[in-house]
C-alpha cells in the first residue's frame, strides 16, 4: 500500500460546525427553543411515521460502526478515523448524558401539541446521540472525499437525519444543534487523532476491527436492538451487505494476490533443455 498524503482540511469543512452554533446562540437567547420544535415538528408531518423511522435509524450508533466494515481493507485510514470519531462520539454522548437530568418534548408539553413517532421518551434528551453520530460519521467522510457531490450529499443526509429526531418529537431543536457540532468536531479531533496513531492502520489493527466489526454485523442481522421493529428489515439489509461486501472484497484482493504472486516468479525456461535421448555410441570395426 502506497504512501498517501494527509488530507487537507479546508475552511469548508468548519462551515457547519460554525452553522451550529450560531443557530444554538440564537435559539438559546431568544428563549423559542420550543416554538422553534413545535414549528419543525409540524414540517415533518410531510412523511409517514415508517419514513421517518427509516431515516432515523442510519442514524443508530451500531449501524454506523457496521457500515465501517466495507472500508477496513480498501481505505484504512479512513476506517481508523471514523472508529475513532465514534469512540469520541460515544464518550462526548455517555459523559453527558449520564450525569446530566434532561426532559424531552413529552415531560414538558402536552402529546396532543405535537407530533410522536414511535416510543414516547421522556428522560436523557441532551444532547442528540443520533445528530451526533451522524455528524462524526459524514463528517469524517467529508474529510476523506474531496468531491463535491459527495461532501454535498453527505451534509444532506446527516441533516435530514438529524431533522428526524426532531420530526419524531423526541429531541429540542438545541439537543440536536449540540449533538451535531459535538459531532463534526469529533470528526475533526479523531482525523487528528488517527493521523498521529497510526497503529490503527495496521495489519493486525484491520483484523481486530474486522472481527469486531463483524460480529457486530452478525449480531444486527440476528437481533432488532432498537425500539421500532419497522427498523428491523433496514438493519439487516445493511448488517447483511457490510458483510457480503466485506468478504467478497478480501476473497477479490487475496485472489489477486495470489495471482500476482504467480506472475512475478514464473517458471524459468531461460536454461537450455538437456536432452534425454541416448545416442548410439559407434561401434569399432573389429
Not at 405535537?114 to 434528551?125: H, I, L, P, T, W
Request: proline residues 6%.
Amino acid at each position: 500500500m502506497g504512501h498517501q498524503s494527509p488530507r487537507k482540511i479546508t475552511w469548508s469543512l468548519y462551515l457547519p460546525p460554525i452553522i451550529c452554533f450560531g443557530l444554538l446562540l440564537a435559539i438559546y437567547f431568544s428563549g423559542r427553543n420550543v416554538d422553534v420544535f413545535l414549528w419543525l415538528n409540524h414540517l415533518g408531518r410531510f412523511g409517514g411515521d415508517n419514513f421517518w423511522i427509516a431515516i432515523t435509524t442510519l442514524g443508530d450508533g451500531l449501524l454506523l460502526l457496521v457500515l465501517v466494515l466495507p472500508f477496513i481493507r480498501r481505505k484504512p485510514d479512513l476506517a481508523w478515523s471514523l472508529i475513532v470519531a465514534w469512540l469520541l462520539v460515544a464518550l462526548l454522548i455517555k459523559g453527558i448524558k449520564i450525569p446530566l437530568v434532561s426532559y424531552r418534548p413529552v415531560s414538558i408539553i402536552g402529546p396532543d401539541r405535537f407530533r410522536v413517532v414511535g416510543a414516547a421518551y421522556k428522560y436523557n434528551s441532551f444532547p442528540s446521540g443520533h445528530a451526533a453520530s451522524v455528524a462524526a460519521f459524514f463528517g469524517t467522510i467529508c474529510i476523506f472525499y474531496r468531491q463535491k457531490w459527495v461532501r454535498a450529499a453527505a451534509v444532506i443526509l446527516a441533516v435530514l437525519i438529524a431533522y428526524s429526531r426532531l420530526a419524531m418529537g423526541l429531541h429540542w431543536p438545541t439537543d440536536v444543534l449540540v449533538g451535531f457540532l459535538g459531532g463534526w468536531i469529533s470528526a475533526l479531533l479523531a482525523y487528528w487523532i488517527s493521523r498521529r496513531l497510526t497503529f490503527g492502520k495496521s495489519r493486525v489493527a484491520q483484523i481486530i476491527f474486522a472481527i469486531i466489526i463483524g460480529g457486530a454485523a452478525i449480531r444486527m442481522l440476528l437481533i432488532n436492538h432498537t425500539d421500532y421493529p419497522q427498523a428491523f428489515r433496514l438493519l439487516q439489509t445493511v448488517a447483511l451487505a457490510s458483510l457480503i461486501f466485506a468478504v467478497c472484497d478480501y476473497a477479490l484482493a487475496r485472489r489477486k494476490s495470489n495471482s500476482g504472486s504467480a506472475d512475478e516468479n514464473p517458471p524459468d525456461n531461460s536454461l537450455p533443455k538437456v536432452s534425454t535421448e541416448v545416442s548410439a555410441a559407434p561401434v569399432p570395426n573389429k
